[in-house]
């Protein structure tokens, strides 16, 4: 006697199958269960995980840290595969370590380590010591020609722009002092003035930070003649 070897259908045949089964009602389009099951099978996640940061003992800065990382903000999402945990980990450190460099710890390491389970993910860091300020430099152009400070009208020294020799070189302080350069110049008739270029040198040495900053003042700008019109009503002495 021959015997007939039975095997299993093809997926889509099962699914064909099942659509069509009478204890189900009504057929279905197959197709339409197919991407359903994909669908379904994209969203499922294996695994949760925590995340632990190491290192750090200033509670803002671990704040900080914890509102920075990716890993931290999407840990309720976590990726469908353990290779998407471990890239999100990995893009995580240069989040992590820009925001330290924000508070003047320019020498910031990071890097973690996930458990066996893939359950958790441990971040050591070594935030390092804070970078003082050393060096404040401004160097003026006036239409591409260097100029000395006291071209200017009135020099502007360095504590009318917040800036304190000595203190953190925080990033949002250099930022500021930009802009409040321009606004004293603009005060002085420079309208046009612009920073042309910034350097920020954090020397790994001797651990502090310089910075230089190069302005073009522009031209003077001065008042045209004032012109009124439509003076019928008021007396022109009050002007």
């Not at 504590?159 to 409040?180: N, W």
């Amino acid at each position: 006697m021959n015997t007939v070897k039975r095997e299993n259908p093809p997926i889509h045949l099962t699914l064909l199958r099942f659509a069509h089964s009478p204890f189900f009602g009504e057929p279905v389009c197959s197709n339409r269960i197919v991407w359903l099951i994909i669908a379904c099978l994209c969203s499922f996640r294996l695994w949760s995980y925590e995340v632990l940061f190491e290192g750090l003992h200033d509670p803002e800065e671990s704040m900080l840290v914890r509102s920075a990382s990716t890993l931290e903000k999407l840990k309720q999402t976590p990726p469908a595969t353990q290779m998407g945990l471990k890239r999100r980990a990995e893009g995580d450190m240069e989040h992590i370590i820009d925001a330290l460099h924000s508070r003047a710890r320019y020498a910031a390491k990071a890097n973690f380590v996930i458990d066996a389970s893939y359950s958790q993910v441990t971040v050591k860091i070594e935030p390092g010591p804070v970078y003082p300020l050393a060096g404040f430099a401004i160097h003026y152009l006036q239409q591409g020609e260097a100029i000395e400070e006291e071209t200017l009208s009135h020099p502007i020294p360095l504590c009318r722009l917040g800036i304190k020799i000595g203190s953190p070189a925080l990033p949002e302080m250099i930022l500021s002092a930009e802009d409040t350069l321009l606004d004293e110049l603009n005060l002085q008739g420079y309208a046009f003035a612009s920073i042309k270029q910034r350097e920020i040198l954090a020397d790994q040495t001797v651990k502090q930070v310089n910075v230089s900053l190069v302005v073009e003042t522009g031209p003077l700008t001065y008042f045209g003649p004032l012109e009124l019109k439509g003076l019928e009503r008021v007396n022109k002495k009050f002007f």
